[in-house]
């Protein structure tokens, strides 16, 4: 095992201490936005629920994944210049086995940021030696960087002046992971965009959420108290906004709602999907909460009608068409929203004209239809 | 020439002296008939017996043989010159006032009188500046804008949308000179004589454009014919997005070869100066050519168009091939998009061992473009190059630790410079 120990002045330490200050001060600072950020620090650990495979599908099929916008040219896609195109003639099954990776890629891209508890901090000394108390002014770390061990999994510890050896915080680990193993794009400084406040206000105002979110997730660790903190004002700030769909066909629309739904919050989501007509995709919010929180009238009819749900193709546009399937697994989607409106809404009064307004515009689109394949005949 | 000029300075002063004479015997008041003499005073000299225009003529005239040898042309050329420009009747090298010829004969209820002005030190000087600006050459001046390939010459300028035709008005559209050159021709009756002949293209920039060819006996009269033919010319072409072509493709005319290279966005025209013009008279924006063989401008012009002419869309290419045509772009993470499918779709099974599947392969009908390898420039191999990079290995990060230092503090700066702040203010000052 190979050891490398880095010694640390005394006054690191104080920075240390004085940027835990900073935090504080930061997080009343937020409260003139009106938005109290909320950690997952309570006694129940989000975790495996957010895992669970239930969970996982559900929140999958919410984000409704469009592969125009999954795959759309970023600003950030690590090309100097553009390409370009290539071109090539495919049969059906080249082009079927193409898509299928395409698929797998849009999953890769569509991966979900973990959705955990906030880690504990550390307190575990492991020796205390008293003959040391006084041999140097300075503490030291010793970090294990064989190569192979997760960074989680490293061994790090520190010697104190006082003779004492324990493992080290969060924030030492972090640091000194980075130091040896550098991930890209990672800074050892935290970013001002997260750090000054101003900053980071302009950057809601100006909906860079997804920006936002991306560098949060490159610069923290899922379980860290930052990154909670700043995810949970920026997915506020989107339900504030409701703009949901600018989170929509990213990888970040999954653990948003999930922790709206988390936070007995997702009924202005649900007005939204009311109000765009997505009757299918409310009754999976429905499901999705019975889930998380077990507290739907009628939860159990929600998630058999999700499950019926999920194998239907995903409706990117509102349909000009029906089948007769179609407008029976809608009318019950229907019934079950109303029955989630009248026991467990908070804006009832809004989603229930919503949900009126969907149902007159849906009766148009019945006869419509039925209009038209009586015109066409039965063939 | 110089002493020409010369020679007639000194001609002009003895007549003076004569003239001179003459004025002071007329003022005598008795003829002294001692200096009286019979031989006959002239009063008459070159000067005054010939029109300006000959004297002229044989101070610039340069004989058959020297003109064909190219004298009298360029740097020390003698221009003529129109002396009477800046003069003005009645005022001279003595400033004098005469009243009903330079000046009112009744000013307010004053009569004015002939009287003599304080004279004016700068009239000569001004005539003569004046003089000056006539012979001088000037070159013809154009803003940036309008000059063309090479300076104020036509090729590569702008000449203006062709020529209404009755109520049709070509609105949008712009015609850019590709060549304008004289070609000598033989005439039974007049022997050698001058044409001109001209070649241009004209398009609106949104996928209509046409070429021109006119000749005439003047340049401008050949640039007017190709104009106003080029618009009677007009073919429309697909562009790609609205930036490029819609495949690669090889085209040639007479010993013209030409590859054309379908782009991204943002590349730019990276061709022969001819075909940049036809694409910007097209809208085409991103493209690159290689040319080979000869490089006959109206050979280059004709084989562009055919070859854009010959074009095939994308869904005409999947139905040839009865395949369907993907495009993947690296900005979309290959994602396979399908820009055109055939009716009928062939199976594996059905397609030949032999046919070419590579898509730039069969749009180019096989034909490949000559790589030239590239050679590392000469100074690489040369110790020196290598002193260099072993000198510089240090820095080569400096820009980027500068740039963060900026981000981060605001100035460059290391954690020394908090430990010692006396070394700041000593560089400071």
Same mark, same amino acid.
């Given at each position: ?379 | ?237 697909? *562009?790609?997005?609205?930036?490029? *072509? ?53 050979? *280059? ?99 980027? *630790? ?28």
């Amino acid at each position: 095992m190979t050891l490398l120990f880095s010694k640390i002045a005394q006054n690191n330490i104080k920075t240390v201490i004085t940027r835990n200050n900073d935090l504080q001060i930061l997080t009343i600072s937020y409260r003139k936005l009106s938005i109290v950020p909320s950690l997952y620090d309570g006694k129940e650990d989000p975790a495996p629920k957010f895992f669970s495979s239930n969970v996982q599908v559900l929140l999958k099929r919410l984000t409704r994944p469009d592969f125009n916008k999954v795959f759309r040219k970023r600003t950030n896609s690590g090309l100097a210049v553009l390409r370009t195109p290539k071109y090539k003639f495919l049969t059906n099954e080249e082009l079927e086995a193409e898509i299928l990776k395409a698929n797998k890629k849009a999953d890769v891209l569509l991966q979900m940021p973990p959705v955990v508890k906030v880690h504990q901090p550390v307190d575990d000394v492991l020796s205390k030696d008293p003959a040391l108390v006084g041999y140097d002014s300075a503490k030291y770390l010793f970090t294990d960087i064989t190569f192979g061990i997760a960074n989680e999994r490293r061994l790090i510890v520190e010697r104190d002046p006082d003779g004492t050896l324990r493992h080290c915080g969060h924030d030492v680990r972090k640091r000194l992971n980075q130091t040896y193993f550098p991930i890209p794009g990672r800074k050892i400084k935290e970013p001002m965009m997260f750090t000054n406040e101003d900053r980071f206000n302009s950057l809601l105002d100006r909906q860079e959420y997804e920006f936002l979110l991306d560098r949060a997730c490159l610069q923290y660790e899922p379980d860290e108290a930052s990154y909670q903190r700043i995810t949970s004002i920026t997915y506020q700030h989107i339900d504030m906004n409701k703009s949901y769909d600018l989170l929509r066909s990213t990888r970040h629309f999954g653990p948003m709602t999930f922790y709206l739904t988390w936070h007995q919050s997702m009924d202005s989501l649900m007005l939204e999907l009311l109000q765009s007509g997505a009757v299918r995709e409310g009754v999976l919010l429905a499901a999705l909460r019975q889930a998380l929180l077990g507290d739907v009238a009628n939860g159990d009819n929600a998630q058999a009608l999700a499950q019926q749900i999920l194998p239907t193709p995903i409706q990117l546009a509102k349909p000009e068409r029906l089948t007769e399937e179609d407008i029976q697994l809608d009318n019950k989607c229907v019934e079950c929203i109303e029955e989630y409106i009248v026991s467990n809404s908070a804006m009832k009064s809004q989603q229930e004209l919503a949900l009126q307004g969907f149902r007159e515009h849906y009766q148009q689109l019945i006869e419509l239809s039925r209009g038209l394949k009586k015109a066409h005949g039965n063939a | 020439m110089c002493s020409k000029l010369l020679s007639m300075r000194s001609l002009i002063q003895p007549t003076n002296a004569i003239l001179r004479q003459v004025l002071i015997c007329q003022n005598k008041t008795t003829p002294n008939l001692k200096t009286f003499t019979t031989s006959p005073v002239t009063c008459v000299n070159f000067f005054n017996k010939l029109p300006a225009e000959k004297l002229w003529k044989s101070v610039t005239s340069v004989s058959n043989a020297g003109a064909k040898k190219g004298r009298g042309k360029g740097a020390g050329r003698i221009r003529i010159r129109d002396l009477n420009r800046g003069q003005v009747i009645g005022v001279g090298k003595i400033n004098m006032l005469w009243p009903g010829l330079s000046a009112p004969v009744i000013r307010g209820r004053e009569l004015l009188k002939q009287q003599r002005l304080p004279d004016d030190p700068d009239r000569m000087e001004k005539i003569i500046q004046l003089r000056d600006s006539m012979t001088k050459f000037r070159r013809i001046r154009l803003s940036p804008i309008e000059r063309g390939w090479s300076g104020s010459r036509m090729p590569g300028r702008s000449i203006g949308a062709p020529d209404p035709i009755g109520e049709d008005v070509f609105t949008g559209f712009d015609t850019k000179v590709l060549q304008l050159r004289s070609l000598l021709i033989m005439k039974g009756s007049l022997g050698r004589t001058r044409n001109y002949q001209a070649m241009v293209v004209t398009g609106n920039g949104q996928g209509l454009a046409g070429f021109g060819l006119g000749r005439a006996k003047e340049a401008p009269a050949a640039l007017r014919k190709a104009k106003n033919r080029a618009g009677q010319k007009l073919m429309h072409f697909e *562009i790609y997005n609205g930036h490029t *072509i819609f495949h690669d493709f090889y085209t040639a005319f007479g010993k013209t070869k030409i590859f054309v290279q379908k782009k991204n966005e943002g590349y730019g025209l990276k061709c022969h100066r001819a075909i940049k013009e036809i694409c910007q008279a097209i809208g085409i924006k991103d493209l690159r050519a290689k040319m080979e063989g000869s490089n006959n401008l109206q050979h *280059i012009v004709k084989a562009f168009f055919i070859g854009l002419l010959q074009q095939r869309s994308h869904q005409q290419l999947a139905e040839e091939k009865k395949l369907h045509l993907v495009e993947y772009r690296a900005e979309n993470e290959y994602f396979p998009k399908v820009v055109a499918s055939p009716s009928e779709v062939r199976t594996k099974e059905e397609i030949p061992k032999d046919e070419t599947l590579d898509f730039t392969q069969y749009v180019m009908n096989d034909k490949v473009i000559l790589k030239k390898k590239k050679f590392p420039p000469f100074y690489e191999s040369m110790p020196h190059y290598k002193l260099h990079l072993k000198k510089y290995e240090k820095y080569r990060n400096h820009e980027k *630790i500068r740039l963060n230092l900026k981000s981060e503090y605001g100035e460059v700066k290391s954690f020394l410079t908090d430990k010692y702040p006396e070394e700041k203010v000593e560089t400071e000052t």
